[in-house]
T-cell receptor
Framework: AQSVSQHNHHVILSEAASLELGCNYS??????LFWYVQYPGQHLQLLLK??????LVKGIKGFEAEFIKSKFSFNLRKPSVQWSDTAEYFC???????????FGTGTRLQVTL | DTAVSQTPKYLVTQMGNDKSIKCEQN?????MYWYKQDSKKFLKIMFS???????INETVPNRFSPKSPDKAHLNLHINSLELGDSAVYFC????????????????FGPGTRLTVL
């Protein structure tokens, strides 16, 4: 069975700092990868997704992620965070069977002014 | 227009009670899901229905019974509620139409915060 690891549980950054959140998955076959964001008190929203093609994926709100197959990683990046980026970020993987999404444990990002 | 809606948003109840949470989507999707998010924010799938048929049933106590009256609705009934059932329950939907069904994005509802006292 696939699993997803997010090693950063809580990240605190000042506004304008650069962000990189780690995501590693364990599955040897073809994967589809997602990053979701959950703002305080809200539902999950898709930030970006990777299915195939260019391993550098650009999403909404200036976020991007790079799929590195050899490292089983799909790290999320943003060059300059804003206070409004304070949220919980979830990496998820789908291995193509029955549309099941497996989520990582989430990373809480806190951006200070 | 709300894409995936859930009712109620908050549910506070006593141990031992039976309760239901409703989910509706107006996206024309044919696959719906229930996820449980615990107090540590960990999200785990519980069930998935495709065209009203159960396709994913993770290790969930049989006190939890999903029901899909049609493709646009997936309700969750919970019997004999326990303290450990306290969590936020998210409904989601996706479309299996297309070249590879599992590629499609899941759209999440706003969640139902269940508190069992």
């Amino acid at each position: 069975a696939q699993s997803v690891s997010q090693h950063n549980h809580h990240v605190i950054l000042s506004e304008a700092a650069s962000l990189e959140l780690g995501c590693n998955y364990s599955y040897g076959g073809t994967v589809n990868l997602f990053w979701y964001v959950q703002y305080p008190g809200q539902h999950l929203q898709l930030l970006l997704k990777y299915f195939s093609g260019d391993p550098l994926v650009k999403g909404i709100k200036g976020f991007e992620a790079e799929f590195i197959k050899s490292k089983f990683s799909f790290n999320l990046r943003k060059p300059s965070v804003q206070w409004s980026d304070t949220a919980e970020y979830f990496c998820a993987v789908n291995t193509g069977t029955a549309s099941k999404l497996t989520f990582g444990t989430g990373t809480r990002l806190q951006v200070t002014l | 227009d709300t894409a995936v809606s859930q009712t109620p948003k908050y549910l506070v109840t006593q141990m031992g009670n039976d309760k239901s949470i409703k989910c509706e989507q107006n996206l024309g999707h044919d696959t719906m899901y229930w996820y449980k998010q615990d107090s540590k924010k960990f999200l785990k799938i519980m069930f998935s229905y495709n065209n009203k048929e159960l396709i994913i049933n993770e290790t969930v106590p049989n006190r939890f019974s999903p029901k899909s009256p049609d493709k646009a609705h997936l309700n969750l009934h919970i019997n004999s509620l326990e303290l450990g059932d306290s969590a936020v329950y998210f409904c989601a939907s996706s479309s299996s139409r297309g070249a590879v069904s599992s590629y499609n994005e899941q759209f999440f509802g706003p969640g139902t915060r269940l508190t069992v006292l």
